[in-house]
């Protein structure tokens, strides 16, 4: 199982970025995929979780300002971020469980200034 995570870049306070997580093989029996994130020093930690029924859960630092999606015809689940702010900065990944095991990509940059 490969996941590629892309759509990290650059952006001011204030901006927007959607990130993509292409994942081979087919999403439609995983029952549940995730976005987290990491800056430099930290633990990894969960942004988002979006379930086989699409029900979501979000991490409360980014409520109102984060939207996960997927795409089961196109095995992608996206991250739409809005209103960023610096303390968003980090390396974001992509992670689903196949079974027993977890699986990552390997993780898109964003950085937002200030």
């Known amino acids: 199982v490969q996941l590629r995570e892309s759509g990290g870049g650059l952006v001011q306070a204030g901006g927007s970025l959607r990130l993509s997580c292409v994942v081979s093989g087919s999403i439609s029996g995983i029952n549940f995929m995730r976005w987290y994130r990491q800056v430099p020093g930290n633990d990894r930690e969960m942004v988002a979780s979006?379930?086989?029924?699409?029900?979501?859960t979000y991490a409360d630092f980014v409520k109102g300002r984060f939207t996960i999606s997927r795409d089961d015809a196109k095995n992608t689940v996206y991250l739409q971020m809005n209103s960023l702010n610096p303390e968003d900065t980090g390396v974001y990944y992509c992670?689903?469980?196949?079974?027993?095991?977890?699986?990552w990509g390997q993780g898109t940059q964003v950085t937002v200034s200030s």
């Open positions: 979006i379930f086989k029924g699409g029900d979501t």
């Open positions: 992670n689903i469980w196949r079974g027993p095991l977890p699986y």
